[in-house]
């Protein structure tokens, strides 16, 4: 689903859900329209992906996820929204949150950057992939913007 920017601005963003695996992976998942997976895409980044403060701020929150795995398993998943930032081709990401023990650095709670990498480069595909699906299926149907 399309959302627009938790910081209000026109920046259209694309829902997803996360959790921090056993091996401190970030598995992300988003339904809509198939990329990866028949309800949508499911990628994890690895370790290296990402800052370890944003990584352990992460693995609190996913401590506390309610949502349910898209894949049907018993995980839990917390909800995020994320878009590409074409200048730089690094995905933004989005976490609303009001844990007083998570570290914010916007006021509606953490917003965090992936670059792409040979490490995570196919799965960093396949979320820039759902992300463009996602946008022009909403333009298409929508306007809004």
Same mark, same amino acid.
């Given at each position: 689903? %399309?959302?627009?920017?938790?910081?209000?601005?026109?920046?259209?963003? $694309?829902?997803? *859900?996360?959790? $921090?695996?056993?091996?401190?992976?970030? #598995?992300? *998942? /988003?339904? /809509?329209?198939?990329?990866?997976?028949?309800? &949508?895409?499911? %990628?994890?980044?690895?370790?290296?992906?990402?800052?370890?403060? %944003?990584?352990?701020?992460?693995? #609190?929150?996913?401590?506390?996820?309610?949502?349910?795995?898209?894949? /049907?398993?018993?995980?839990?998943? #917390?909800?995020?929204?994320?878009?590409?930032?074409?200048? =730089?081709? @690094?995905?933004?990401?989005?976490? +609303? =949150?009001?844990?007083?023990? $998570?570290?914010?650095?916007?006021?509606? &709670?953490?917003?965090?950057?992936?670059?792409?990498? +040979? @490490?995570?480069?196919?799965?960093?595909?396949?979320?820039?992939?759902?992300?463009?699906?996602? =946008?022009?299926?909403?333009?298409? #149907? =929508?306007?809004?913007?």
């Amino acid at each position: 689903m %399309v959302k627009r920017s938790l910081a209000k601005t026109d920046k259209m963003y $694309v829902e997803v *859900q996360f959790r $921090v695996r056993e091996d401190n992976s970030l #598995h992300i *998942q /988003g339904e /809509g329209i198939s990329t990866n997976r028949n309800y &949508g895409v499911a %990628v994890s980044l690895p370790e290296n992906s990402l800052p370890k403060i %944003v990584l352990n701020t992460l693995s #609190h929150l996913s401590d506390k996820a309610t949502l349910l795995s898209k894949a /049907g398993s018993s995980k839990k998943y #917390h909800p995020a929204q994320f878009r590409i930032v074409p200048s =730089t081709n @690094e995905l933004n990401f989005q976490i +609303e =949150t009001d844990d007083p023990l $998570v570290i914010k650095n916007r006021d509606y &709670g953490l917003a965090f950057r992936v670059c792409r990498t +040979e @490490e995570n480069k196919e799965n960093f595909d396949s979320l820039s992939e759902f992300f463009i699906k996602e =946008t022009n299926n909403y333009l298409k #149907h =929508t306007s809004e913007y």
